[in-house]
C-alpha cells in the first residue's frame, strides 16, 4: 500500500531563507509526483509536477527533485518570503491513476 | 477559461438527507477526481473517472455515489449523509497524457447535523 509522508507537519523559518520541503512514499512504482499549495480556506494550486522518468523540474524559485529508488521527493524554496506562507502538499500518482497525497507541511515565513 | 467550478460552495444537511455536488472543467480534460479534506488526515480519494461513462473507486467511497455522463461533468452524490461526510470536498481534473498536472477547484464546505 502506498504511503506518502512529509516532515515536519509545519515549519518557521525566516525571511529570507533558502528552505527545503520533504516528501516521501513507500512505493516506488509511481507514475508521477505533484507538489501544490494550499493558502487558508483555499484550493490547492499546482506548483510542479515531476514525471518519473525525471529527476528534477524548476519554476522560478522553486525546484522539486525526485528520487525514486529511495522514495523521495524534496521542494526547494529560493529566498523565502512571506507570500510563501501556506501550507505545502505532495501528491503521487499510482499507475492505475489513483493519487495519494501527504498531509502536508505547514510553512510560515516569519518577516 | 472557468477552469474547475464546483457547485454549491456551502452546505447544510440533516442526517439522512441526500444532495449532489457537481463538478464542471472546461478544459477538455479526460480524467476527474473527487477529494475530501479533513484535519489530520489530509486529502482523500474518494472516486474518480478517466473518461465520459467510467468511474471507479478511489480510497474513501463508501457512502458516495459517482457518474460522468458528460465529459465536462463529475458528479458526487450523498444518498443518506452522515455526519462523518462533514468535511471540504474538492473536485480536480487532468488530462490523460503522460504530463496529467491535477487542476482543482475551490471546494464544497458540507456540514452534515
Known amino acids: 500500500k502506498q504511503e506518502v509522508t512529509q516532515i515536519p507537519a509545519a515549519l518557521s523559518v525566516p525571511e529570507g531563507e533558502n528552505l527545503v520541503l520533504n516528501c516521501s512514499f513507500t512505493?516506488?512504482?509511481?507514475?508521477?509526483l505533484q507538489w501544490f499549495r494550499q493558502d487558508p480556506g483555499k484550493g490547492l494550486t499546482s506548483l510542479l509536477l515531476?514525471?518519473?522518468?525525471?529527476r528534477e523540474q524548476t519554476s522560478g524559485r522553486l525546484n522539486a527533485s525526485l528520487d525514486k529508488s529511495s522514495g523521495r521527493s524534496t521542494l526547494y524554496i529560493a529566498a523565502s518570503q512571506p507570500g510563501d506562507s501556506a501550507t505545502y502538499l505532495c501528491?503521487?500518482?499510482?499507475?492505475?491513476?489513483?493519487?495519494?497525497f501527504g498531509k502536508g507541511t505547514r510553512l510560515h515565513i516569519l518577516p | 477559461n472557468a477552469g474547475v467550478t464546483q457547485t454549491p460552495k456551502f452546505r447544510v444537511l440533516k442526517t439522512g438527507q441526500s444532495m449532489t455536488l457537481l463538478c464542471a472543467q472546461d478544459?477538455?480534460?479526460?480524467?476527474m477526481y473527487w477529494y475530501r479534506q479533513d484535519p489530520g488526515m489530509g486529502l482523500r480519494l474518494i472516486h474518480y473517472s478517466v473518461g465520459e461513462g467510467t468511474t471507479a473507486k478511489g480510497e474513501v467511497p463508501d457512502g458516495y455515489n459517482v457518474s460522468r455522463l458528460k465529459k465536462q461533468n463529475f458528479l458526487l452524490g450523498l444518498e443518506s449523509a452522515a455526519p462523518s461526510q462533514t468535511s471540504v470536498y474538492f473536485c480536480?481534473?487532468?488530462?490523460?497524457?503522460?504530463?496529467?498536472?491535477?487542476?482543482f477547484g475551490p471546494g464544497t464546505r458540507l456540514t452534515v447535523l
Open positions: 512505493d516506488s512504482a509511481i507514475y508521477n
Open positions: 478544459m477538455n480534460h479526460e480524467y
Open positions: 515531476i514525471q518519473s522518468s525525471q
Open positions: 501528491a503521487v500518482r499510482r499507475g492505475d491513476d489513483k493519487i495519494i
Open positions: 480536480a481534473s487532468s488530462y490523460r497524457t503522460a504530463y496529467n498536472e491535477q487542476f
